[in-house]
């Protein structure tokens, strides 16, 4: 009888103690994923690198023309490849510079010029010549990103760009179908520069990879002198690919 008391007793007992174990069970549960959302939260400054590339269709703007010359001018399809480094303040807000080998210039067609021009290295006899100047330039372009977006990000690019001349080269044929050995443009500045902007996507892999797509538009504010060419500043329009690494991650400590 003794025994049945006891057991009756201690069932009030056992059962406030199980459900005290399953309560601890969820607050332990809770704190776990707390914890993971916390170092989610507090992975604020990252500093990637990556590897990008891609096209670009390169023209002149502002031009002014030397007097007795006239021609033409197209977009020309041109290339550019290099490297990436993206600091990032918080999930919102980075900088991005890109450090890129391009090629810019431009297409002409119907170029003419007229008879004793000075200081310019074509033989003005000949007319309607058609070519391509090849503009090569060591390009920084270094901007705010701004992504919206968690896994998959849309951003929007703003900033300035830096460029240094590697090579200047002309590439005419004239009215005959004969390749010419003459420049269109000679003395060109070694150093440009101007304003960058456009779109983006990115999406993240993983932690620690992502890949991503720029379109950019290079609009140049420094005011080049050609030569026969004249007066002009250059513009491009990149189509820009790459993939980004992570270099290191600083956490931000909270205080509660």
């Known amino acids: 009888?003794?025994?049945?008391?006891?057991?009756?007793?201690?069932?009030?007992?056992?059962g406030f103690c199980q459900d005290n174990f399953n309560d601890y069970n969820e607050i332990i549960n809770e704190l776990k994923a707390t914890t993971k959302d916390d170092?989610?939260?507090?992975?604020?400054?990252?500093?990637?690198?990556?590897?990008?590339?891609?096209?670009?269709?390169?023209?002149?703007?502002?031009?002014?023309?030397t007097d007795g010359v006239t021609f033409d001018n197209a977009n020309k399809l041109g290339n550019l490849y290099g490297g990436t480094?993206?600091?990032?303040?918080n999930k919102f807000l980075c900088v991005k510079g890109d450090f890129d080998i391009a090629s810019k210039g431009f297409e002409v067609s119907n170029f003419s010029v007229g008879n004793n021009l000075p200081n310019i290295n074509i033989d003005?006899?000949?007319?309607?010549?058609?070519?391509?100047?090849?503009?090569n330039y060591f390009d920084v372009p270094v901007f705010f990103h701004l992504g919206f977006g968690k896994k998959l990000k849309f951003d929007i690019n703003f900033g300035p760009y830096l460029s240094f001349l590697l090579k200047n080269r002309s590439k005419l044929v004239n009215n005959q179908g004969e390749e010419m050995e003459s420049t269109l443009i000679e003395g060109l500045d070694n150093i440009d520069w101007g304003f960058t902007y456009g779109?983006?996507?990115?999406?993240?892999?993983?932690?620690?990879?992502?890949?991503?797509?720029?379109?950019?538009?290079?609009?140049?504010q420094k005011l080049l002198t050609g030569a026969a060419i004249g007066d002009f500043k250059n513009y491009s329009q990149d189509f820009d690919f790459g993939v980004n690494f992570l270099l290191f991650e600083k956490k931000k400590k909270k205080l509660f």
Do not use: W
């Open 39 to 65: 170092k989610k939260k507090n992975k604020v400054h990252r500093l990637e690198v990556g590897l990008n590339g891609g096209l670009n269709i390169a023209n002149l703007r502002d031009l002014n023309p």
């Open 1 to 14: 009888m003794k025994k049945f008391i006891y057991a009756f007793l201690f069932l009030p007992v056992i």
């Open 199 to 220: 779109l983006g996507i990115d999406y993240h892999l993983t932690d620690k990879i992502s890949i991503g797509f720029d379109f950019l538009i290079e609009q140049g």
């Open 124 to 135: 003005s006899t000949l007319q309607n010549f058609n070519g391509k100047q090849f503009l």
């Open 85 to 89: 480094l993206v600091y990032n303040f």
